[in-house]
């Protein structure tokens, strides 16, 4: 099992997510992900379009004042 990282926290949506399914189509099965992120919708579209495509987000953390991370396993 790998981890990979992406800054997504410079773009908007729908970018966010298309940069997301990008670098998950890398990975293999059982990898990981850790997304960095800002609030507001690519908070709330990031995690909610990744359980859709069927993907496991494995948490969401803030790690800075408006950074987020959020770990997906593919």
Do not use: W
């Not at 670098?23 to 960095?36: H, N």
């Not at 993907?55 to 991370?69: F, G, M, P, T």
């Amino acid at each position: 099992m790998s981890r990979a990282q992406l800054d997504i926290t410079a773009e908007h949506c729908p970018m966010t997510f298309v940069k997301t399914k990008f670098a998950l189509s890398k990975l293999r099965a059982g990898d990981i992900l850790e997304v960095l992120l800002t609030e507001g919708e690519p908070l709330e579209n990031v995690p909610r379009s990744a359980s859709e495509q069927g993907y496991s987000v494995l948490s969401i953390e803030r790690v800075d004042e408006n950074i987020h991370k959020i770990v997906i396993q593919k």
